[in-house]
T-cell receptor, first 110, second 111 residues
Framework: GQQVMQIPQYQHVQEGEDFTTYCNSS?????IQWYKQRPGGHPVFLIQLVKSGEVKKQKRLTFQFGEAKKNSSLHITATQTTDVGTYFCAGQGGSEKLVFGKGTKLTVNP | DAGVTQSPTHLIKTRGQHVTLRCSPISGHKSVSWYQQVLGQGPQFIFQ???????GRGNFPDRFSARQFPNYSSELNVNALLLGDSALYLCASSLAGEKLFFGSGTQLSVL
């Protein structure tokens, strides 16, 4: 079945440093979504990418969808303490099922 | 507008018991999905319902079942609870299965 792998599992950065998490799917995706989960909270939708090679920006966050629609990345520029949390990618293939990666837990030292 | 609401927020059960978790989607959303999240892992897909019909089922045993009601609310039932069923159970609603809005979840502990 469809699998979504995400690396790294953990990332510790100093405030102001950049952060990137990578996501790879075992199958071609129709779309990929990114979610953020704060400690003790629930996942919150960040963005959806649909087109091959798509790049979207939200302030300091940049999301990319690979040309083959099997990989994606999230890059945060100049991290802040408010960026702390776990970032999940979730891929949707031919079915309705949205498959989540295991997430990258980001900690930011002030 | 109210978001996705789930009840109860916390639940403690013993092995072998049965549990029912409830979810009310955002008004106007016709799709409800259920996910299981074990500590330190990503949400694992259990079920998706749209317009009261099952649209997808994850790799969970038959002890897990769900249904969606005419008002689009949903229930997740788990029979014969095992210790390994301890997890955060998340409900998510969407218009038609795309961008998900999650509830705060039900934390289930099986002793």
């Amino acid at each position: 079945g469809q699998q979504v792998m995400q690396i790294p599992q953990y990332q510790h950065v100093q405030e102001g440093e950049d952060f990137t998490t990578y996501c790879n799917s075992s199958t071609t995706l129709s779309n990929i979504q990114w979610y953020k989960q704060r400690p003790g909270g629930h996942p919150v939708f960040l963005i959806q990418l649909v087109k091959s090679g798509e790049v979207k920006k939200q302030k300091r966050l940049t999301f990319q969808f690979g040309e083959a629609k099997k990989n994606s990345s999230l890059h945060i520029t100049a991290t802040q303490t408010t960026d702390v949390g776990t970032y999940f990618c979730a891929g949707q293939g031919g079915s309705e099922k949205l498959v989540f990666g295991k997430g990258t837990k980001l900690t930011v030292n002030p | 507008d109210a978001g996705v609401t789930q009840s109860p927020t916390h639940l403690i059960k013993t092995r072998g018991q049965h549990v029912t978790l409830r979810c009310s989607p955002i008004s106007g959303h016709k799709s409800v999905s259920w996910y299981q999240q074990v500590l330190g892992q990503g949400p694992q897909f259990i079920f998706q319902y749209y317009e009261k019909e099952e649209r997808g089922r994850g790799n969970f045993p038959d002890r897990f079942s769900a249904r969606q009601f005419p008002n689009y609310s949903s229930e997740l039932n788990v029979n014969a609870l095992l210790l390994g069923d301890s997890a955060l159970y998340l409900c998510a609603s969407s218009l038609a299965g795309e961008k998900l809005f999650f509830g705060s979840g039900t934390q289930l502990s099986v002793l």
